[in-house]
């Protein structure tokens, strides 16, 4: 079972920078994708930066150019650096992580299924 664990969120005043780490664990093998999300109050969640299936990045516009999201290179540990922060950026963040198996709760999938996995989301507070 992968358990994801997110770390380094807190409070920030705007025009400061944060970065999270997410580290993934319970898994020999490279995850095939790896993302974060956030959830701001009244909200839905969003996609905040990922790493897609095919190992390119994806960012949402409101991001763009002020966050950046990387990896180790065992792709089980992602960090999102996040610069000139604003009080819309308040959210919980979540990681969220992919893999391909091929045997879930006795089922074979000769295609493959991917499984998710969600950690407990870390907050990230922008004070004006």
């Known amino acids: 079972q992968v358990q994801i664990v997110e770390s380094g969120g807190g409070l920030v005043e705007v025009g400061g920078s944060l970065r999270l780490s997410c580290s993934a664990s319970?898994?020999?093998?490279?995850?095939?994708?790896i993302g974060w999300y956030r959830q701001a109050p009244g909200k839905q969640r969003e996609l905040v930066a990922g790493f897609t299936r095919e190992g390119s990045t994806d960012y949402a516009d409101s991001v763009k150019n002020r966050f950046t999201i990387s990896r180790d290179a065992s792709k089980n540990t992602a960090y999102l650096q996040m610069d000139n922060l604003n009080p819309e950026d308040t959210a919980v963040y979540y990681c969220?992580?992919?893999?391909?198996?091929?045997?879930?709760?006795?089922?074979?999938?000769?295609?493959?299924?991917?499984?998710?996995?969600w950690g407990q989301g870390t907050l990230v507070n922008v004070s004006s």
């Open positions: 969220r992580a992919e893999l391909l198996v091929s045997f879930h709760r006795g089922t074979y999938y000769p295609e493959g299924r991917y499984l998710e996995y």
């Open positions: 319970g898994t020999t093998r490279d995850l095939d994708a």
